[in-house]
């Protein structure tokens, strides 16, 4: 699969607040603005890059910079109770929006797979 021609579910998005904040240079590369770390609504969104592997090979600076604001985020509100709850993508144009959806765990997670011994 290439993820362009893959057949999309079309769902109500969710909605919450944005982890952190973004806009786009002169050559259309996403560019992290800063992200918020105090946030405990019940769900929250985190931007990312539609296009990662694009981006080190156009700019790794700013690939960095997406690494280490992601990665900062993520072991925050992990810590905090969150947990990654689904991938929300929207079309503005001709771009795409990608968020990671993190919601706040209420009750302890249990798998509907794997038991726990």
Not at 90 to 113: A, F, H, Q
Request: net charge neutral; proline share 5%; aromatic share 10%.
């Amino acid at each position: 699969m290439d993820g362009q021609n893959q057949e999309v579910t079309k769902i109500q998005p969710a909605k919450g607040l944005n982890i952190n904040r973004t806009e786009r240079n002169e050559q259309g590369l996403l560019i992290p603005m800063g992200s918020d770390l105090t946030l405990t609504d019940d769900v929250l969104f985190l931007e990312i890059p539609d296009d990662i592997e694009g981006m080190k090979t156009s700019n790794i600076q700013i690939a960095r910079e997406w690494r280490v604001l992601v990665q900062k985020a993520l072991l925050h509100y992990f810590d905090a109770g969150y947990y990654i709850n689904s991938l929300q993508v929207e079309r503005e144009c001709n771009t795409r929006r990608i968020y990671y959806v993190l919601e706040r765990r209420t009750k302890p997670y249990k798998s509907p797979c794997f038991p726990l011994y």
